[in-house]
């Protein structure tokens, strides 16, 4: 039986435990080998760098006066100049990042590096593979 999450959080945590259930590693620093754990500590670092990349204009749900300002200012569009440039470094950090979580990982799967785990063998673990709609719980 597929249990169904009831928020995209709840999905994503059963999506994991699927996960690490199947690939037979559990990513917290109690369930790695004691060996393997400075390469553990290296992979978590990069997760939490990978997440602290942000930009100026991140966190705004309407930034329309930020705008009308900078452009009364006559600076809007060097402004904007900026972000885009920022938007690119952080869009080739984020792509170093993923490769370095990649090799790690690696390291971290051993022997299972190389295994492919299919929606089927979610399914017969009880893990649903279809996120929940952000229309079904409130925000």
Do not use: K
């Amino acid at each position: 039986m597929i249990l169904a999450a009831s928020s995209l959080g709840e999905y994503r945590i059963a999506l994991l435990s699927g996960l690490e259930r199947l690939f037979g590693l559990r990513l917290e620093s109690e369930a790695v080998p004691r060996a393997m754990l400075p390469v553990f500590m290296a992979f978590r670092s990069t997760v939490r760098s990978y997440c602290a990349t942000t930009g100026p204009m991140d966190g705004y749900l309407e930034a329309g006066l930020i705008h009308i300002r900078l452009q009364e200012a006559g600076v809007h569009e060097s402004f904007l100049a900026g972000v885009r440039r920022i938007d690119e470094c952080n869009t080739a950090s984020a792509d170093a990042h993923l490769d370095i979580l990649e090799v790690l990982l690696g390291v971290l799967l051993g022997d299972n590096a190389d295994r492919v785990v299919s929606t089927e063998e979610l399914h017969a673990i009880g893990v649903g593979t279809t996120p929940p709609s952000p229309y079904d719980y409130e925000w």
